[in-house]
């Protein structure tokens, strides 16, 4: 055995838990995952059926944690984790899986299957078999502060055109802040809206919020890349950064997987719970509607719809909040088939629009959801993932397809009641 | 050997035999999961863990719309198959008149032929449902050596079973130990195989359900 493979095989011994165990020893070889996964369906390639993707990890669980696997071992007979097969299941476990998990929700003996492939990347990383992308992003965001490079100069001058567009001054470094607000590179490079739209719903609700200087980005390509070092380092800075100025609450922005990696990751990886609440945009303006503080006025008139980002709902439980905020602004709703908990991904969310090789799978994943546009025909598409929401522009316009995207916060402000901002 | 030598044999030390490996088996299986157990969750819970965990162990047999859609005879097959097999091997009068000789304790049975309908819809669904596994290119490219070893040792005593209780082919005596025989074979194959959903799959459903559950997400 190479010391590569048995660095692949000791980060997965350490992922392999009870609940893994019984994940394996459950599965019957049904195949209704695969039915599940837009990568397959898309494709019709079997080597995509999910639990597949899942060989090397399944063949360190065998053969050390099951007395027979172990005992196949000790003759020869147990199949081995090797260089080629890492190599090989590269693929698989990036470029062919967003972890959306809609395979986790339809597994009939109740298998986590897209938790197991974060798993599987842990082992994949630690043995350099993971894409030269994501080895860009996560090394660019460890030493710049963010996966595309964006510092907080970058920071500093997007704030500089929003407070001069918007007349508001962006509060920086506010010690004792109820609301700490991140961003991703994402927003900071491609939808400056973003920070404006919080500026202006903010100041209009009358909420004490700041931008940290020293932790602005909430992407955490350590979670895509599947280092649990990687992910906790990122996470630190945010975690240091809020207990050092007090805030009550951090929000996540509009991004799937910065969502998980500062809900549900974050405290696990640094091994205690935060001294903070962690929230995603939208619940917090969820929050604020139903406070009263968030008004808006007038409708929209076209027919739209909302993406609902996977990390979003299904593996992070904002589910209603979106559609209560797009109905006070949109009369013509309508929700795609499968929306909300079965929602089809984008096809690039876990890390896979960073990966240059994933770039045609990607698309071809994009049908899916364009069979979902299609059903509805909707003249705009709202949703609440920058990372969704470049894939969804790439794919529309790949496939001729005339809908504008936008994101949910930025459509709450365009309908903003703003008269009470000068006593604020 | 007689058949009647053989079926002592097979009633007698062969029975225990396998109903050894099977109970320990069961038991070291069972232990392996729980030790490893899991790490504990720092998040802050949406929801309550323990309802939804609850809850999925048993939703998840019910399938999700679009899925069934999708896979509706996956999904109609296994239903008839597992509800067959059940009530075949609780339901039918000798197995339950077994069970009182052993344990001093019984129920009552299912009138033979709706026992007889449910082993014959069970053995049809298992034959049905292979045949699916080599036609499927998912199924047939996810197939391995032990699903085929599942399939056998799971249809060798529904078919014998229905053979001595209807007394075809061979004397009843000889079909009756063949059809003990093939138990044992599954009660030994069943520990060291993906036969074990049988009791993991709860275990499994609990874990995801639970850990959706605090995010907020029933499943």
């Known amino acids: 055995m190479t010391d590569r493979a048995k660095l692949a095989i000791n980060a997965f011994k350490e992922q392999i838990d009870g609940a893994v165990s019984a994940y394996f020893s459950s599965c019957v070889h049904c195949g209704l995952c695969a039915h599940a996964c837009l990568f397959f369906n898309e494709t019709g390639d079997p080597r995509y059926t999910p639990i597949h993707k899942l060989e090397p990890l399944r063949r360190v669980w065998w053969s050390e944690y099951t007395l027979f696997g172990k005992l196949a071992s000790l003759i020869g007979l147990a199949p081995k984790v090797t260089d080629k097969l890492l190599a090989d299941w ?23 299957i897209a938790g197991m492939i974060r798993k599987q990347r842990e082992g994949m990383v630690a043995a350099g078999y993971s894409p030269e992308g994501l080895q860009g992003a996560s090394t660019r965001a460890v030493k710049i502060g963010s996966p595309m490079g964006v510092t907080w100069k970058a920071v500093s001058a997007q704030i500089g055109h929003v407070e001069n567009d918007t007349g508001l001054a962006i509060p920086v470094d506010r010690q004792g802040a109820d609301y700490m607000v991140l961003m991703s590179s994402m927003e900071i490079m491609n939808y400056p809206e973003y920070l404006e739209a919080v500026a202006r719903i903010f100041n209009a609700a009358d909420v004490s919020w ?215 | 050997m007689t058949s009647d030598a053989f079926l002592d044999l097979v009633r007698g030390p062969l029975f225990q035999i396998a109903l050894f490996i099977f109970l320990a088996g069961v038991l070291v299986r069972l232990v392996e999961i729980l030790v490893l157990g899991r790490k504990t969750d720092f998040a802050e819970p949406r929801a309550d863990g323990t309802g939804a965990g609850l809850r999925s162990v048993f939703s998840r047999s019910v399938p999700e719309a679009g899925t069934f859609k999708r896979s509706a005879f996956t999904i109609l097959a296994g239903y008839v198959f597992h509800i067959g097999l059940f009530v075949a091997l609780v339901f039918l009068a000798p197995h339950i008149a077994l069970v009182r000789d052993t344990f001093g304790f019984g129920w009552p049975n299912l009138p033979t032929p709706l026992v007889d309908f449910a082993t014959v819809a069970a053995i049809a669904a298992l034959v049905a449902i292979l045949v699916n596994r080599l036609r499927d290119p998912v199924l047939k490219f996810l197939t391995t050596f032990e699903d085929y070893l599942a399939w056998a040792v799971t249809f060798l005593p529904l078919l014998t079973g229905y053979m001595a209780f209807h007394h075809l082919l061979i004397r009843y005596e000889g079909m009756l130990a063949l059809h003990i025989l093939s138990v044992e074979l599954l009660l030994v194959v069943f520990p060291f195989s993906k036969l074990m959903h049988t009791f993991t799959l709860f275990l499994a459903r609990w874990y995801t359900g639970s850990a959706f559950g605090r995010k907020g997400v029933q499943s």
């Not at chain 1, 590269?90 to 986590?112: F, H, I, K």
Request: hydrophobic share 40%.
């Open chain 1, 90 to 112: 590269q693929e698989l476990t990036y470029n062919a899986c967003s972890l959306c998990g809609r395979c986790s929700m339809v597994c009939p003996v109740g298998n986590d």
């Open chain 1, 210 to 424: 700041t931008l940290s200087s020293e932790a602005f980005e909430a992407t955490n390509s350590g979670i895509q890349i599947g280092s649990a070092d990687i992910a906790r380092e990122l996470v630190s800075r945010v975690v240091n950064a809020a207990e050092k100025l007090g805030v009550k609450t951090v929000i996540s922005p509009e991004c799937g997987h910065a969502y998980t990696a500062l809900r549900w990751e974050g405290p696990n990886l640094i091994g205690r719970p935060y001294k903070f609440k962690a929230r995603h945009i939208l619940e917090v303006l969820d929050d604020l509607r139903a406070a009263g503080k968030l008004k808006t006025e007038g409708f929209e008139d076209e027919r739209m719809t909302f993406h609902d980002p996977c990390q979003l709902v299904r593996r992070g439980g904002v589910l209603e909040q979106p559609r209560r905020l797009v109905r006070m602004v949109v009369k013509d709703f309508v929700d795609m088939p499968d929306a909300g908990k079965m929602n089809w991904c984008c096809g690039a969310g876990g890390g896979v629009s960073a990966i240059e090789e994933a770039a045609e799978l990607k698309l071809t994943a994009f049908n899916a959801k364009k069979r979902q546009l299609e059903a509805v025909k909707p003249e705009k598409l709202i949703t609440a993932c920058a990372n969704c929401r470049i894939q969804l522009e790439e794919g529309l316009e790949e496939n001729n397809m005339d809908i504008p995207v936008v994101g949910l916060t930025e459509l709450l402000a365009e309908h903003l009641v703003e008269t009470e901002k000068a006593e604020g």
